[in-house]
C-alpha cells in the first residue's frame, strides 16, 4: 500500500462548482501566502509571486524574464520551438492566477498578471519564427486585455470609489482592442464583438449608476477635434494636475 498522503476529506469538505470560479487563499506551512483553487479533479496549489507554478526558470523569477535576458545576451534571439512551449506554459498560468484574482477581487493583481502575459506575448510576436504559432498566440490578446481593462476599472471602484477613472480605464482599455483589430484588419467586426461590447455595456452602466459625464479626456479630445486648443490646453493641465494627485 502507497505510503503517500491523498487529499479525499479536502475535496469532500470543498465541492466544486461547475458554474463558477472556487478559490481561496491559504497559508503554507511557512506561512508564504498561496491560492487553492477546486477543479474538476482536485485542487491546484498556486503561488502568489512571481511566477505561479514556484519555480525558476534558468534562475529567472519568470519565463519572460529568462526570454528578455536571452536577448541582452544575444540580441539576434530567436525563439525555437522549444522555448514557444515554455512560452505557452507560462501563459496558461498565469491565466489561471488572474482568473483567481478577479474571482478573490483582488484587481491590482490581476492587472499585474495580466501585464505580465501582454509583455510576454509581446516579446513572443517579436521574436518567434514560428508564424503559424504566433498568430495562434497572438488570437487570445483581446481576451488577456479585456480582463486587465475590467480588473483596472473594479480597482477604481474598489479602492478610492472613483467612478470617472473607472469609466477611463474601460476607454483605454477599448482603445487598446481597437487598435489590435485595426492592426489585422477586422475593424468592422469590432462593434460586435462580445467583448467589447460587454466593456462597452459595463461603462454605459457606470455612466449611469455612478452619473458620470463625459470624462476629462474625453473632454480633451473633442475639444481636440473641435480645434478648441485654448480649451484643450486648459483641460490637459486639469488632467496633469489630477494625475499628481
Not at 20 to 28: I, K, N, W, Y
Not at 168 to 185: A, C, P, S, V
Amino acid at each position: 500500500m502507497s505510503e503517500h498522503q491523498n487529499i479525499d476529506d479536502i475535496l469532500r469538505d470543498w465541492e466544486f462548482d461547475p458554474d463558477s470560479v472556487t478559490v481561496r487563499l491559504c497559508d503554507g506551512s511557512d506561512g508564504r501566502e498561496l491560492i487553492q483553487m477546486r477543479v474538476d479533479m482536485g485542487i491546484l496549489q498556486i503561488e502568489t509571486a512571481n511566477r505561479p507554478d514556484g519555480f525558476k526558470p534558468h534562475g529567472k523569477d519568470t519565463y519572460l524574464d529568462h526570454l528578455i535576458h536571452s536577448e541582452i545576451d544575444d540580441p539576434d534571439f530567436d525563439m525555437d520551438e522549444s522555448h514557444c512551449a515554455e512560452a505557452d506554459r507560462e501563459f496558461v498560468q498565469f491565466y489561471h492566477r488572474r482568473i483567481c484574482w478577479l474571482a478573490l477581487k483582488e484587481y491590482p493583481r490581476a492587472v499585474r498578471d495580466a501585464d505580465h502575459t501582454l509583455g510576454l506575448m509581446d516579446f513572443c510576436t517579436q521574436h518567434s519564427t514560428d508564424e503559424e504559432w504566433t498568430t495562434t498566440f497572438e488570437q487570445y490578446r483581446p481576451f488577456v486585455l479585456f480582463h486587465r481593462t475590467q480588473a483596472a476599472s473594479l480597482a477604481c471602484l474598489e479602492s478610492e470609489l472613483d467612478p470617472e477613472a473607472a469609466v477611463e480605464e474601460l476607454n483605454k482599455g477599448l482603445d487598446r482592442m481597437h487598435r489590435i483589430f485595426i492592426r489585422y484588419e477586422a475593424e468592422h467586426l469590432f462593434d460586435e464583438d462580445e467583448l467589447v461590447v460587454r466593456l462597452s455595456e459595463f461603462r454605459e452602466m457606470l455612466r449611469d449608476e455612478y452619473d458620470v459625464g463625459k470624462t476629462l479626456q474625453e473632454k480633451l479630445s473633442e475639444a481636440i477635434a473641435r480645434e478648441e486648443y485654448e480649451l484643450a490646453a486648459r483641460l490637459r493641465d486639469e488632467l496633469a494636475n489630477r494625475n499628481r494627485t
